[in-house]
Protein backbone atom coordinates (compact mmCIF):
# COMPACT_ATOMS: atom_id res chain seq x y z
CA UNK A 1 0.00 0.00 0.00
CA UNK A 2 1.29 3.37 -0.34
CA UNK A 3 2.21 5.93 2.30
CA UNK A 4 -0.72 7.24 4.10
CA UNK A 5 -2.00 10.71 2.37
CA UNK A 6 -3.82 13.23 4.55
CA UNK A 7 -6.96 14.64 3.19
CA UNK A 8 -9.00 17.37 4.63
CA UNK A 9 -12.40 16.98 3.51
CA UNK A 10 -14.63 19.66 3.33
CA UNK A 11 -18.77 20.33 1.83
CA UNK A 12 -19.82 23.63 0.95
CA UNK A 13 -23.10 25.28 -0.12
CA UNK A 14 -25.43 23.44 2.31
CA UNK A 15 -26.97 22.33 4.59
CA UNK A 16 -29.60 20.62 2.07
CA UNK A 17 -32.39 18.92 3.18
CA UNK A 18 -32.62 15.42 1.72
CA UNK A 19 -29.03 15.79 0.79
CA UNK A 20 -26.82 16.44 4.18
CA UNK A 21 -28.65 13.36 6.23
CA UNK A 22 -27.10 11.14 3.97
CA UNK A 23 -23.72 12.46 3.88
CA UNK A 24 -23.94 12.58 7.36
CA UNK A 25 -25.19 9.22 7.73
CA UNK A 26 -22.08 8.07 5.19
CA UNK A 27 -19.38 10.04 7.17
CA UNK A 28 -20.67 8.66 10.78
CA UNK A 29 -20.60 5.02 9.26
CA UNK A 30 -16.60 5.21 8.39
CA UNK A 31 -15.67 7.77 11.34
CA UNK A 32 -15.10 10.40 8.92
CA UNK A 33 -15.28 13.81 10.33
CA UNK A 34 -15.50 17.07 7.91
CA UNK A 35 -16.06 20.68 7.83
CA UNK A 36 -19.19 22.23 6.17
CA UNK A 37 -19.14 25.59 4.96
CA UNK A 38 -22.51 26.54 4.73
CA UNK A 39 -25.08 28.97 3.58
CA UNK A 40 -26.56 31.71 5.89
CA UNK A 41 -29.57 31.49 3.51
CA UNK A 42 -30.27 28.09 4.01
CA UNK A 43 -29.07 28.26 7.75
CA UNK A 44 -32.01 30.44 8.41
CA UNK A 45 -34.69 28.24 7.69
CA UNK A 46 -35.50 25.68 10.78
CA UNK A 47 -34.08 22.51 8.11
CA UNK A 48 -30.90 23.97 7.79
CA UNK A 49 -30.32 25.12 11.39
CA UNK A 50 -31.65 21.00 12.68
CA UNK A 51 -28.91 19.82 9.74
CA UNK A 52 -26.26 22.36 10.70
CA UNK A 53 -26.80 21.33 14.75
CA UNK A 54 -26.44 17.61 13.89
CA UNK A 55 -23.22 18.12 12.19
CA UNK A 56 -21.72 19.83 14.89
CA UNK A 57 -23.35 17.36 17.02
CA UNK A 58 -21.70 14.54 15.40
CA UNK A 59 -17.89 16.12 15.20
CA UNK A 60 -18.01 18.24 11.89
CA UNK A 61 -17.18 21.53 12.01
CA UNK A 62 -19.15 23.85 10.60
CA UNK A 63 -18.00 27.22 8.82
CA UNK A 64 -19.63 30.61 6.84
CA UNK A 65 -19.25 30.59 3.58
CA UNK A 66 -21.64 33.84 2.77
CA UNK A 67 -25.12 34.19 2.90
CA UNK A 68 -26.27 34.43 -0.80
CA UNK A 69 -23.24 32.85 -2.55
CA UNK A 70 -24.15 35.23 -5.27
CA UNK A 71 -21.18 37.20 -6.23
CA UNK A 72 -17.12 37.00 -5.09
CA UNK A 73 -16.86 39.34 -2.34
CA UNK A 74 -14.18 41.08 -4.22
CA UNK A 75 -16.50 41.98 -6.65
CA UNK A 76 -18.69 44.26 -4.53
CA UNK A 77 -19.00 46.73 -2.43
CA UNK A 78 -17.40 46.81 1.66
CA UNK A 79 -20.86 47.26 3.11
CA UNK A 80 -21.72 43.85 0.74
CA UNK A 81 -19.16 42.01 1.59
CA UNK A 82 -19.87 42.71 5.23
CA UNK A 83 -23.09 41.93 5.90
CA UNK A 84 -22.44 38.86 3.91
CA UNK A 85 -20.47 37.27 6.68
CA UNK A 86 -21.73 39.12 9.08
CA UNK A 87 -25.41 37.62 8.57
CA UNK A 88 -24.24 33.65 8.72
CA UNK A 89 -22.19 33.97 11.25
CA UNK A 90 -24.52 35.61 13.89
CA UNK A 91 -26.85 32.39 12.78
CA UNK A 92 -23.98 30.34 13.14
CA UNK A 93 -23.36 31.50 16.82
CA UNK A 94 -21.99 29.02 19.05
CA UNK A 95 -22.05 25.59 16.25
CA UNK A 96 -19.16 28.08 14.89
CA UNK A 97 -16.78 28.74 17.75
CA UNK A 98 -13.58 28.92 15.35
CA UNK A 99 -15.17 31.25 13.40
CA UNK A 100 -13.91 29.01 9.93
CA UNK A 101 -14.89 31.08 6.98
CA UNK A 102 -14.61 30.26 3.38
CA UNK A 103 -15.21 32.57 0.61
CA UNK A 104 -17.20 32.29 -2.77
CA UNK A 105 -15.11 31.30 -5.86
CA UNK A 106 -17.50 30.76 -8.34
CA UNK A 107 -16.41 27.83 -9.85
CA UNK A 108 -13.50 26.93 -8.12
CA UNK A 109 -11.97 29.64 -9.05
CA UNK A 110 -9.00 31.64 -7.17
CA UNK A 111 -7.69 34.94 -7.32
CA UNK A 112 -8.43 38.34 -5.53
CA UNK A 113 -11.71 38.46 -6.65
CA UNK A 114 -11.93 36.66 -3.63
CA UNK A 115 -11.99 39.41 -0.98
CA UNK A 116 -12.62 43.21 -0.75
CA UNK A 117 -10.16 45.44 2.18
CA UNK A 118 -13.20 45.05 4.55
CA UNK A 119 -13.64 41.79 4.05
CA UNK A 120 -10.22 41.14 4.87
CA UNK A 121 -10.35 43.67 7.71
CA UNK A 122 -13.44 41.97 9.14
CA UNK A 123 -11.66 38.38 9.30
CA UNK A 124 -8.79 39.46 10.99
CA UNK A 125 -10.57 41.94 13.49
CA UNK A 126 -13.02 38.80 14.16
CA UNK A 127 -10.18 35.97 14.78
CA UNK A 128 -11.43 34.52 11.75
CA UNK A 129 -9.61 31.30 9.39
CA UNK A 130 -10.14 32.03 6.28
CA UNK A 131 -9.91 28.63 4.41
CA UNK A 132 -9.46 28.11 0.71
CA UNK A 133 -8.78 24.58 -1.58
CA UNK A 134 -6.80 22.98 -3.89
CA UNK A 135 -9.24 20.05 -5.20
CA UNK A 136 -12.27 20.83 -6.60
CA UNK A 137 -13.73 17.72 -8.43
CA UNK A 138 -16.94 19.86 -10.13
CA UNK A 139 -19.77 17.36 -8.34
CA UNK A 140 -21.85 20.01 -9.02
CA UNK A 141 -21.54 19.73 -13.04
CA UNK A 142 -20.23 16.39 -13.16
CA UNK A 143 -22.17 14.22 -10.91
CA UNK A 144 -21.10 10.60 -12.24
CA UNK A 145 -17.91 11.84 -12.87
CA UNK A 146 -16.61 13.90 -10.18
CA UNK A 147 -14.77 10.87 -8.08
CA UNK A 148 -12.46 9.74 -10.79
CA UNK A 149 -11.46 13.99 -10.94
CA UNK A 150 -11.27 13.85 -7.17
CA UNK A 151 -9.26 10.70 -6.70
CA UNK A 152 -6.31 12.24 -9.84
CA UNK A 153 -6.23 15.22 -7.97
CA UNK A 154 -5.39 13.52 -4.35
CA UNK A 155 -2.71 11.26 -5.51
CA UNK A 156 -1.25 14.15 -7.89
CA UNK A 157 -0.76 15.77 -4.80
CA UNK A 158 0.78 12.92 -2.75
CA UNK A 159 2.91 12.29 -5.47
CA UNK A 160 3.88 16.08 -5.32
CA UNK A 161 4.24 16.06 -1.46
CA UNK A 162 1.59 18.42 -1.00
CA UNK A 163 -1.57 18.99 1.26
CA UNK A 164 -5.09 18.37 -0.35
CA UNK A 165 -7.98 20.66 0.86
CA UNK A 166 -11.34 18.50 -0.89
CA UNK A 167 -14.34 20.68 -1.80
CA UNK A 168 -17.30 18.81 -2.30
CA UNK A 169 -20.97 19.18 -2.43
CA UNK A 170 -24.06 18.15 -0.28
CA UNK A 171 -26.52 19.34 -3.18
CA UNK A 172 -29.41 17.70 -5.16
CA UNK A 173 -27.96 16.31 -8.72
CA UNK A 174 -27.33 12.60 -7.78
CA UNK A 175 -23.17 13.58 -6.89
CA UNK A 176 -23.63 12.39 -3.25
CA UNK A 177 -24.62 8.62 -4.05
CA UNK A 178 -20.96 8.40 -4.93
CA UNK A 179 -19.45 9.44 -1.92
CA UNK A 180 -19.61 6.25 -0.15
CA UNK A 181 -17.86 3.97 -2.76
CA UNK A 182 -15.20 6.59 -3.10
CA UNK A 183 -14.26 6.90 0.46
CA UNK A 184 -13.75 3.32 0.55
CA UNK A 185 -11.67 3.52 -2.07
CA UNK A 186 -9.45 6.26 -0.68
CA UNK A 187 -9.54 4.42 2.56
CA UNK A 188 -7.97 1.08 0.55
CA UNK A 189 -5.31 3.64 -1.21
CA UNK A 190 -4.12 4.70 2.07
CA UNK A 191 -5.76 8.51 2.07
CA UNK A 192 -6.92 9.41 5.62
CA UNK A 193 -9.26 12.33 5.96
CA UNK A 194 -8.79 14.79 8.56
CA UNK A 195 -10.02 18.02 9.76
CA UNK A 196 -7.62 20.42 10.13
CA UNK A 197 -6.27 22.79 7.33
CA UNK A 198 -3.30 23.17 6.00
CA UNK A 199 -1.11 26.56 5.33
CA UNK A 200 -1.05 25.70 1.76
CA UNK A 201 -4.97 26.66 2.00
CA UNK A 202 -5.60 29.06 4.79
CA UNK A 203 -4.62 32.74 4.28
CA UNK A 204 -5.76 34.13 7.92
CA UNK A 205 -5.70 32.25 10.90
CA UNK A 206 -7.25 32.81 13.94
CA UNK A 207 -7.09 37.24 12.91
CA UNK A 208 -3.65 36.61 11.59
CA UNK A 209 -3.15 36.83 7.69
CA UNK A 210 -0.71 34.63 6.48
CA UNK A 211 1.70 35.69 3.70
CA UNK A 212 -0.02 35.03 0.84
CA UNK A 213 -3.19 36.55 1.61
CA UNK A 214 -2.68 39.33 -0.28
CA UNK A 215 -2.86 38.04 -3.66
CA UNK A 216 -6.23 36.90 -3.07
CA UNK A 217 -7.47 40.96 -1.99
CA UNK A 218 -9.16 42.53 -4.92
CA UNK A 219 -7.91 46.51 -4.81
CA UNK A 220 -10.31 49.19 -2.70
CA UNK A 221 -13.42 50.61 -5.50
CA UNK A 222 -12.99 54.03 -6.77
CA UNK A 223 -14.00 56.55 -4.24
CA UNK A 224 -17.52 58.22 -5.93
CA UNK A 225 -17.63 61.93 -6.55
Known amino acids: MAASHPVTLSFDNGPEPGVTEAVLDVLAARGILATFFVLGRKLATRCGQALATRARAQGHR ?3 HTFFHQTPLGEG ?5 VQEIEA ?3 LLGDLAPQKLFRPFGGKG ?3 PHLLN ?14 VLWNAV ?10 HATAQRQIEAHRAGGRATVLVLHDLPGGAMMHLPDF ?4 ADAGISFVQDFPDECVIIRAGQPLPDCAQYVAAPLPAVV
Open 62 to 64: IGN
Open 117 to 130: PAARDLLVAGGYTC
Open 88 to 90: TQE
Open 137 to 146: PRDWSEPDAW
Open 109 to 111: RLG
Open 183 to 186: LDRM
Open 77 to 81: TAEAA
